[in-house]
T-cell receptor
Framework: QKEVEQDPGPLSVPEGAIVSLNCTYSNSAFQYFMWYRQYSRKGPELLMY????GNKEDGRFTAQVDKSSKYISLFIRDSQPSDSATYLC???????????FGTGTRLTVIP | DTGVSQNPRHKITKRGQNVTFRCDPI?????LYWYRQTLGQGPEFLTYFQNEAQLEKSRLLSDRFSAERPKGSFSTLEIQRTEQGDSAMYLCASSRGAASYEQYFGPGTRLTVT
């Protein structure tokens, strides 16, 4: 079992829809939770990070962490065609230097 | 802030050849990381530097792989005697201070071994 599980999709939504992207994890010691966006053949771009449980909002993006369920989510409001990309969740352990990534979910927003 | 840069962006090589990639981190970042990403997968950690010291290496980093970060600035990743299984995107990331969770990635070097 991988430490971080993410549905690879693909996910297609119409422009303006609310998108929900999710990851589950097995290691309860994970402390920081990140979301990256990766366009085709580009490097991952850090969207936001959350420490421990709770919500964090940044513009159209909201990240949620539920440590009791070992479940994290990224919501995108008013989705745009430019949001079409692969979204990667990542997590880190206390004192560790490497990130553990999910496989990524490919999102297409249809105009 | 010019971001993390990597060169070359693409490399095609024949099996058995050696290749070297370069990463220039964000200037004030003292931590530097190398990851490998294959198609349909998330990045996998290879190695980590704090300043010039290589402090951590993954089991994925076979003895054909070597990384350096002289003077704590840019870093190089060399793969000797390349194999077809080495074909992947090699990503470099950097972070500042103790914020290892806040890693910023470069555009990657796509390696194809024929």
């Amino acid at each position: 079992q991988k430490e971080v599980e993410q549905d690879p999709g693909p996910l297609s939504v119409p422009e303006g829809a609310i998108v929900s992207l999710n990851c589950t994890y097995s290691n309860s010691a994970f402390q920081y939770f990140m979301w990256y966006r990766q366009y085709s053949r580009k490097g991952p771009e850090l969207l936001m990070y959350t420490y421990s449980s709770g919500n964090k909002e940044d513009g159209r993006f909201t990240a949620q962490v539920d440590k009791s369920s070992k479940y994290i989510s990224l919501f995108i409001r008013d989705s745009q065609p430019s949001d079409s990309a692969t979204y990667l969740c990542a997590m880190s352990l206390p004192g560790a230097n490497n990130l553990f990534f999910g496989t990524g979910t490919r999102l297409t927003v249809i105009p | 802030d010019t971001g993390v840069s990597q060169n070359p962006r693409h490399k095609i090589t024949k099996r058995g050849q050696n290749v070297t990639f370069r990463c220039d981190p964000i200037s004030e970042h003292n931590r530097l990381y190398w990851y490998r990403q294959t198609l349909g997968q998330g990045p996998e950690f290879l190695t980590y530097f704090q300043n010039e010291a290589q402090l951590e290496k993954s089991r994925l980093l076979s003895d054909r792989f070597s990384a350096e970060r002289p003077k704590g600035s840019f870093s190089t990743l060399e793969i000797q005697r390349t194999e077809q299984g080495d074909s992947a995107m090699y990503l470099c990331a950097s972070s500042r201070g103790a914020a290892s969770y806040e890693q910023y990635f470069g555009p990657g070097t796509r390696l194809t071994v024929t």
